[in-house]
């Protein structure tokens, strides 16, 4: 099966960045692109009847009642989600992505992505979606569960589309971050791009030697590479760098730690995200 | 996010079906009791604890669990040879048989269970809860006066909802059918005649009875019959409460959510139950979804009974048989009866044995077992009929080539033996079997009979294609996960 680009699309002002990242990401990694619509069935609420009393045939009238209004919003949705599709399709097409297919599923987002996991190369998701668009600083209701569930590169992006002109590695020297390093030096999503390897912490020859044998791995692949060490938390001191250096997309390694240790210390990844100014590529 | 979803998705609808529903449960609980024999605080205390453990442990969301008629009914000789303690006992084993029961995924089993089943069910349960309503209503107590409150009872339950549907109408009921007994003084039985009623909060006791294999040997058969008629309705509801609201729910969790449920009533001096299918439909029907209206169900049922225990006393007995005539009006399936003129006739006789049986003995469990027996035999005879015995002569008349298509098993072996002709006098015969399949021993036995019938006239017998016949005879023999099985078995 060939792998593509699968773009999360929904009602939020973040879908023509989503739609404008994976054209990016499907040309860069030159494959096809896939604009994925999720119809995640709410519950409607009835009138309700207080009545509290069941006659002759309650039961199959009150399926009926039911059945009927399900059935009028889930036409609606439907017709919406595939209006959506057709928007994002076009766009795609436009900015010249060949093939570009449609993807409207019932079911909910952690489930169907988990499904269509296989297929999926690269996963762009919007930072929060359409329930919880307006609370910035935060990150949407299912972003975390996405990140845990799926086991594929995935880029989360801003609400308006920058062209992705400098990459910002954030590196700490553990395993998760060594095989994100690898990845991204096996790429081709980010060819051609100056990458900043950046650690958080103290300025010493450990973490000197660290950065330099990474460094050695990015250049190797034909990166050119810059190196910084800078001192404090690292959601703070990262996000500055990144101000600092315009950078356009962070990469990082995510959730290293199990639940558990995240309840009690609370977990970098999900600060880092819910700080993040530019976009992110979070690999697994 | 599970929280949320689970939970608090749904609050306005969720608070108010539970109010509605635990008005609802308060004179079934106690109507229930009575039928089984013991106070109403029995009823009452069972149905806290049940839909409170099971709006946790259940596998159904917005399904609601008390203490129901379909259990009352098995345990009423239990309560009235041994008493009340032997029946918390026997809620506590039932309890754990539930618990293991969904240990080993039993709940599975409910696809035996067919739909014909399930409406004798329903029906037989419909019945017998109007036929626990006719002592008050016959005797000394079926005077004219019990008589008009329930039909005046009836009437405001069926006609309010057409003044307003904000207000529940048994409530309507209760109160002014209350109001008319206290305001004229009418001599009529009430709640307080039947038992004593709950004035505290439920405390923790363990059943007094000895623990020895005579006790075990009492209440193992009411335990086990509980059990099952427990798990039935709740899966059952489950269905129900699953096509109603177009989502899906764990069944297995459930059986085990009902055990612990029914461990946590035996052990505050409650009666087993389970799942209701007219609470359940009152639930959905007001709005509740999530597994917060069944606890709040509980809540509200606890604090209304505690606070209330003094008026609760005081409702006429003529206002619960009338909720419960609306109660076995609503769970009875009165399509079925339209349904018996077109259905198959077989599905209806299962039908209408489960209603039998279950009527005169008193016990869904018997019911359902008669039903799905008569719906397995007539499925057995019809799957029988499958088969076909061709057969040619060959030009010179000395051979003939028989051909068996279909399915041979314990019914249908005496007609595959009748296919054959061992008058006719031939050298050889051709059994061609590898369009036919052979399930059980005595499948191959009638084949062998035929093979030495043949011999002993002289014919020399050669078989096709047994192999493929009989693959049906391997007891792994399943076609669901390999494509070209199905071809094998429909087309070979």
Same mark, same amino acid.
């Given at each position: 099966?060939?792998?593509?680009?699968?773009?999360?699309?929904?009602?939020?002002?973040?879908?023509?960045?989503?739609?404008?990242?994976?054209?990016?990401a499907?040309?860069?990694l030159?494959?096809?692109?896939?604009?994925?619509?999720?119809?995640?069935?709410a519950?409607?609420?009835?009138?309700?009847?207080?009545?509290?009393?069941?006659?002759?045939?309650?039961?199959e009238l009150?399926?009926?009642?039911?059945?009927?209004?399900?059935?009028?919003?889930?036409?609606?949705?439907?017709?919406?989600?595939?209006?959506?599709?057709?928007?994002?399709?076009?766009?795609?097409?436009?900015?010249?992505?060949?093939?570009?297919?449609?993807?409207?599923?019932?079911?909910?987002?952690?489930?169907?992505?988990?499904?269509?996991?296989?297929?999926?190369?690269?996963?762009?998701?919007g930072?929060?979606?359409?329930?919880?668009?307006?609370?910035?600083?935060?990150?949407?209701?299912?972003?975390?569960?996405?990140?845990?569930?799926?086991?594929?590169?995935?880029?989360?992006?801003?609400?308006?589309?920058?062209?992705?002109?400098?990459?910002?590695?954030?590196?700490?020297?553990?395993?998760?971050?060594?095989?994100?390093?690898?990845?991204?030096?096996?790429?081709?999503?980010?060819?051609?791009?100056?990458?900043?390897?950046?650690?958080?912490?103290?300025?010493?020859?450990?973490?000197?030697?660290?950065?330099?044998?990474?460094?050695?791995?990015?250049?190797?692949?034909?990166?050119?590479?810059?190196?910084?060490?800078?001192?404090?938390?690292?959601?703070?001191?990262?996000?500055?760098?990144?101000?600092?250096?315009?950078?356009?997309?962070?990469?990082?390694?995510?959730?290293?730690?199990?639940?558990?240790?995240?309840?009690?210390?609370?977990?970098?990844?999900?600060?880092?995200?819910?700080?993040?100014k530019?976009?992110?590529?979070?690999?697994r | 996010?599970?929280?949320?979803q689970?939970?608090?998705?749904?609050?306005?609808?969720?608070?108010?079906?539970?109010?509605?529903?635990?008005?609802?449960?308060?004179?079934?609980?106690?109507?229930?009791?009575?039928?089984?024999?013991?106070?109403?605080?029995?009823?009452?205390?069972?149905?806290?604890?049940?839909?409170?453990?099971?709006?946790?442990?259940?596998?159904?969301?917005?399904?609601?669990?008390?203490?129901?008629?379909?259990?009352?009914?098995?345990?009423?000789?239990?309560?009235?040879?041994?008493?009340?303690?032997?029946?918390?006992?026997?809620?506590?084993?039932?309890?754990?048989?539930?618990?293991?029961?969904g240990?080993?995924?039993?709940?599975?089993?409910?696809?035996f269970?067919s739909?014909? /089943?399930?409406? %004798?069910?329903? @029906?037989?349960?419909a019945? +017998? #809860?109007?036929?626990?309503?006719?002592?008050?209503l016959? &005797? $000394?107590?079926g005077?004219?006066?019990?008589?008009?409150?329930?039909?005046?009872?009836?009437?405001?339950?069926?006609?309010?909802?057409?003044?307003?549907?904000?207000?529940?109408?048994?409530?309507?009921?209760?109160?002014?059918?209350t109001?008319?007994?206290?305001?004229?003084?009418?001599?009529?039985?009430?709640?307080?005649?039947?038992?004593?009623?709950?004035?505290?909060?439920?405390?923790?006791?363990?059943?007094?009875?000895?623990?020895?294999?005579?006790?075990?040997?009492?209440?193992?058969?009411?335990?086990?019959?509980?059990?099952?008629?427990?798990i039935?309705?709740?899966?059952?509801?489950?269905?129900?409460?699953?096509?109603?609201t177009?989502?899906s729910?764990?069944?297995n969790r459930?059986c /085990?959510?009902? %055990?612990?449920? @029914?461990?946590g009533?035996? +052990? #505050?001096?409650?009666?087993?139950?389970?799942?209701?299918? &007219? $609470?359940?439909?009152?639930?959905?029907?007001?709005?509740?979804?999530?597994?917060?209206?069944?606890?709040?169900?509980?809540?509200?049922l606890?604090?209304?009974i505690?606070?209330?225990?003094?008026w609760?006393?005081l409702?006429?007995?003529a206002a619960?048989?009338?909720?419960?005539?609306?109660?076995?009006?609503?769970?009875?399936?009165?399509?079925?009866?339209?349904?018996?003129?077109?259905?198959?006739?077989?599905?209806?006789?299962?039908?209408?044995?489960?209603?039998?049986?279950?009527?005169?003995t008193?016990?869904?469990?018997?019911?359902?077992?008669?039903g799905?027996?008569?719906?397995?035999?007539f499925?057995?005879?019809?799957?029988?009929?499958?088969?076909?015995?061709?057969?040619?002569l060959?030009?010179?008349?000395?051979?003939?080539?028989y051909?068996?298509?279909?399915?041979?098993?314990?019914?249908?072996?005496?007609?595959?033996?009748?296919?054959?002709?061992?008058?006719?006098?031939?050298?050889?015969?051709?059994?061609?079997?590898?369009r036919?399949?052979?399930?059980?021993?005595?499948?191959?036995?009638?084949?062998d009979?035929?093979?030495?019938?043949?011999?002993?006239?002289?014919?020399?017998v050669?078989?096709?294609?047994?192999?493929?016949?009989?693959?049906t005879?391997?007891?792994?023999?399943?076609?669901?996960?390999?494509?070209?099985?199905?071809?094998?078995?429909?087309?070979?």
């Open positions: 099966m060939t792998k593509k680009v699968l773009a999360c699309i929904d009602a939020s002002p973040y879908a023509e960045a989503v739609c404008d990242y994976a054209v990016w499907a040309k860069k030159d494959v096809a692109m896939s604009v994925v619509h999720i119809l995640d069935k519950q409607h609420t009835h009138t309700p009847d207080l009545s509290g009393s069941i006659g002759l045939g309650s039961q009150l399926l009926q009642q039911l059945a009927e209004l399900d059935e009028k919003h889930s036409r609606l949705a439907l017709a919406r989600g595939r209006s959506i599709l057709d928007a994002a399709k076009s766009r795609a097409e436009q900015a010249g992505v060949k093939a570009v297919d449609e993807r409207l599923r019932h079911g909910q987002l952690v489930e169907t992505l988990t499904e269509l996991e296989d297929e999926t190369r690269l996963l762009v998701l930072k929060r979606g359409f329930s919880s668009a307006e609370a910035h600083g935060h990150m949407g209701l299912h972003v975390e569960r996405v990140i845990r569930s799926l086991h594929k590169p995935i880029l989360l992006t801003q609400q308006s589309y920058t062209e992705p002109k400098r990459i910002m590695l954030a590196y700490d020297g553990s395993a998760t971050a060594l095989k994100g390093l690898e990845m991204l030096a096996a790429s081709p999503l980010g060819r051609g791009l100056p990458v900043h390897l950046v650690m958080a912490g103290a300025d010493v020859e450990a973490a000197r030697c660290q950065m330099d044998t990474a460094a050695q791995i990015l250049r190797t692949a034909g990166f050119d590479t810059k190196t910084a060490i800078v001192a404090g938390e690292p959601e703070t001191v990262l996000h500055q760098y990144q101000q600092e250096h315009v950078i356009d997309l962070m990469v990082m390694g995510a959730y290293g730690h199990s639940r558990i240790r995240q309840f009690i210390v609370g977990s970098t990844t999900t600060a880092m995200i819910c700080k993040a530019c976009s992110l590529l979070i690999l | 996010m599970y929280l949320k689970h939970w608090f998705s749904n609050l306005r609808g969720d608070v108010l079906s539970a109010l509605v529903v635990a008005l609802a449960l308060i004179p079934e609980a106690i109507a229930f009791s009575i039928i089984a024999g013991v106070d109403p605080k029995v009823g009452l205390y069972a149905s806290f604890c049940i839909a409170v453990i099971t709006a946790f442990a259940g596998g159904r969301p917005a399904m609601i669990s008390a203490a129901t008629g379909a259990m009352a009914l098995v345990m009423v000789t239990l309560v009235r040879e041994h008493g009340l303690q032997y029946l918390l006992a026997a809620t506590l084993l039932t309890g754990l048989l539930q618990i293991i029961f240990y080993f995924k039993l709940g599975d089993l409910m696809r269970v739909r014909s /089943v399930v409406t %004798g069910f329903v @029906n037989a349960l019945i +017998l #809860i109007f036929m626990a309503q006719l002592p008050e016959s &005797g $000394q107590h005077t004219a006066l019990v008589y008009g409150m329930t039909a005046l009872g009836l009437a405001i339950i069926y006609l309010f909802p057409y003044v307003t549907k904000a207000v529940p109408s048994p409530l309507v009921c209760i109160l002014v059918l109001a008319l007994a206290i305001y004229f003084g009418f001599d009529i039985r009430t709640v307080a005649d039947m038992g004593e009623l709950p004035d505290s909060l439920p405390i923790f006791l363990w059943p007094e009875v000895p623990l020895t294999l005579n006790t075990l040997i009492i209440i193992f058969p009411y335990a086990l019959a509980l059990a099952v008629v427990g039935l309705e709740s899966l059952m509801t489950a269905t129900i409460v699953d096509d109603l177009d989502t729910s764990d069944k459930e /085990v959510g009902q %055990g612990i449920a @029914n461990i009533s035996g +052990l #505050i001096g409650g009666m087993a139950g389970c799942a209701m299918i &007219g $609470q359940s439909i009152i639930n959905v029907k007001s709005g509740g979804r999530t597994r917060l209206s069944t606890l709040l169900a509980g809540v509200f606890l604090i209304l505690v606070f209330l225990d003094a609760v006393g409702i006429p007995m619960l048989v009338a909720i419960m005539v609306m109660v076995s009006i609503g769970t009875f399936n009165w399509g079925s009866i339209k349904d018996l003129r077109t259905n198959p006739k077989s599905s209806s006789v299962v039908m209408i044995a489960t209603v039998i049986v279950t009527v005169f008193h016990n869904l469990a018997y019911g359902v077992l008669v799905v027996l008569f719906s397995a035999l499925f057995a005879s019809k799957v029988g009929k499958i088969l076909f015995i061709g057969s040619k060959s030009a010179d008349g000395h051979q003939r080539q051909q068996v298509v279909g399915q041979v098993f314990f019914t249908s072996a005496e007609q595959f033996i009748a296919g054959f002709n061992f008058k006719e006098a031939v050298e050889q015969v051709q059994i061609d079997l590898s036919a399949h052979f399930w059980d021993i005595t499948a191959i036995s009638s084949l009979k035929v093979v030495l019938k043949f011999r002993r006239e002289g014919t020399k050669e078989l096709i294609g047994l192999n493929e016949a009989s693959a005879l391997v007891d792994k023999f399943g076609v669901h996960n390999q494509p070209d099985a199905v071809e094998k078995l429909m087309g070979h």
